[in-house]
T-cell receptor, first 111, second 110 residues
Framework: DVKVTQSSRYLVKRTGEKVFLECVQD?????MFWYRQDPGLGLRLIYF???????EKGDIPEGYSVSREKKERFSLILESASTNQTSMYLC??????????FGPGTRLTVL | QKEVEQNSGPLSVPEGAIASLNCTYS??????FFWYRQYSGKSPELIMF????GDKEDGRFTAQLNKASQYVSLLIRDSQPSDSATYLC??????????FGRGTSLIVHP
């Protein structure tokens, strides 16, 4: 069964903290994505990776960075968390037929 | 202009009716189209995909694609309260980046 997991379902951090969100997929997909989802704004792409060590900026990369050292793992890093980064973060991997499989999401609150 | 447009709704239909969800897109290079269902507080899950013009049926769901008019629709027959969710339309094309609409909220009332 296809599976994408994320390290935390809920996370509370303080302004200025460095935050790591991890995503792991077991489907051997090359493409992985990080989105944030906010009410009324839909899914917005932060970063994506099309292969190990390869990354591309999405629509809203400011304040974020990513790491893809292994094919199955794609990490999102908030260098210095701010309150406007409070959101639902969704990781996804994509099959060769372009179907995306989403993880359960991490609801991050920055105080 | 957003590449994928959906009416945010909510679309309210009675139980047993047909729910019709629509999506338009701007990139004529789009090749494949996907419908995801997202329950409140959950992540999106794929329910249908379509690549070719015409209709594709899967149980109570039918996806329709018209590339000339650049729209995709999802029909849900015999709607059930459990179908109440937000439905996201997505397109994928030559680039690596898929594009999502903002979603349509569907409410099926008993």
């Amino acid at each position: 069964d296809v599976k994408v997991t994320q390290s935390s379902r809920y996370l509370v951090k303080r302004t200025g903290e460095k935050v790591f969100l991890e995503c792991v997929q077991d489907m051997d997909h090359e493409n992985m994505f990080w989105y944030r989802q906010d009410p009324g704004l839909g899914l917005r792409l932060i970063y994506f990776s099309y292969d190990v060590k390869m990354k591309e900026k999405g629509d809203i990369p400011e304040g974020y960075s990513v790491s893809r050292e292994k094919k199955e793992r794609f990490s999102l890093i908030l260098e210095s968390a701010s309150t406007n980064q409070t959101s639902m973060y969704l990781c996804a991997s994509r099959s060769l037929s372009n179907e995306q499989f989403f993880g359960p999401g991490t609801r991050l609150t920055v105080l | 202009q957003k590449e994928v447009e959906q009416n945010s709704g909510p679309l309210s239909v009675p139980e047993g009716a047909i729910a019709s969800l629509n999506c338009t897109y701007s990139d004529r290079g789009s090749q494949s189209f996907f419908w995801y269902r997202q329950y409140s507080g959950k992540s999106p899950e794929l329910i249908m995909f379509i690549y070719s013009n015409g209709d594709k049926e899967d149980g109570r769901f039918t996806a329709q694609l018209n590339k000339a008019s650049q729209y995709v629709s999802l029909l849900i027959r015999d709607s059930q309260p459990s179908d109440s969710a937000t439905y996201l339309c997505s397109r994928s094309g030559g680039s690596y980046i898929p594009t999502f609409g903002r979603g349509t909220s569907l409410i099926v009332h008993p």
